[in-house]
């Protein structure tokens, strides 16, 4: 059986998955969406950041979100930074098709994360990371443009919010473009830590 | 003792209070937004729709919100929209201190709703709004700009957001020009129901 499309990010409460500019401010809010994730045990150990950490929901969802990944589609901005931030043991552990006109042959990493570059298409992208992920989910990691674009194709079955306690004011929306048309939700688990909210939604079309 | 300020509203998922035009398409999601009150007992109670309804968490908050309410503040808009559409009872059964440059005088109706337009700014109707409700709540019903004002003005306390399962894409945003640099938020609980998620945060200085 084939598995599900999903994407997971933190989102801060007025909408915004990125700041506009990393000036001091937005480097402030910046770790205030993401801080619910930086002491969970699961965090620290895939990311190579040492022992211990938190063990509660937060950290639950972060294992299960991983583990449910049998391949993850992605964005080239977010392949560039991450090329440049993620140690050698890249944290995926699965195939990623990186969706780019930049022709490039499969980059194999230790601890099993394959990039692989697809130039022909979010659909292409997606065909290969199904077949690669077996009957476990496909993640669309990001940027945000990337997730935007699969919703808007409606390719995207179900996907996790991490409602994080702050306000930006600036910086990249999640949902800015969104079809609003066509996309309609369909509640299916919340979950909330004194850290953040988890909210999955699965995606029906009007 | 005195009570707090706080602020109550439905909000999709992409950060908005109110559609952009009354169109048919933002109808309905305007519909799906408020989807969660309208079958509440206490909201057909208190707006004369009738008798019956449903009494669970989502019911209990109405009741709370409400009973907790010592007074309310609102803009001329959303009074002026309210004139309109209110029953001769009009929903509050307290007074209401309506921000405005119409100098008119109190408007009283049936039920205990008595509407105050105060002419010297959102700070004097605060002031009266804290003097009628004693040590209940004082509410800051409307709209979005109005809330906007309280809000960046380091006047609110706490507010709850309801958070719809719905995308609007366009609209009135609730946070639509934060003071991202002065609001801290504290998450204070977190309940979700079938059809919502109430959301209470209180408002932190950074």
């Known amino acids: 059986m084939a598995g599900k499309v999903f994407f997971s990010v933190s989102m801060s409460l007025d909408g915004f998955i990125a700041p506009a500019s990393l000036g001091e401010l937005m480097g402030k809010q910046w770790m205030e969406l993401q801080a619910w994730v930086f002491p969970q ?31 993850s589609v992605m964005g080239k901005r977010l392949f560039d930074a991450g090329e440049e931030a993620w140690p050698d043991e890249a944290p995926f552990h699965t195939p990623v098709f990186v969706v780019t006109h930049t022709e490039r042959d499969p980059w194999e990493r230790p601890g099993g994360t394959t990039f692989h570059f697809v130039n022909d298409g979010i659909e292409s992208a997606l065909d290969q990371a199904r077949a690669a992920a077996g009957d476990r989910d496909v993640r669309i990691a990001g940027g945000g443009e ?51 909210t988890h909210l999955t939604y699965a995606v029906r079309e009007r």
């Not at 150990?45 to 950490?53: F, R």
């Not at 994080?164 to 910086?171: D, N, W």
């Open 41 to 71: 045990r699961f965090f620290r150990e895939n990311l190579k950041l040492g022992e211990g950490g938190e063990e509660g929901s937060d950290n639950d969802i972060l294992r299960e979100t991983f583990d449910r990944s049998g391949a």
């Open 146 to 196: 990337t997730i935007l674009e699969y919703l808007n194709a409606g390719l995207i079955d179900e996907f996790t919010i991490a409602l994080s306690p702050v306000l930006f004011g600036a910086g990249v929306r999640l949902f800015e473009g969104v079809d609003a048309g066509r996309v309609a939700l369909e509640p299916i688990r919340s979950e909330s830590s004194p850290r953040v």
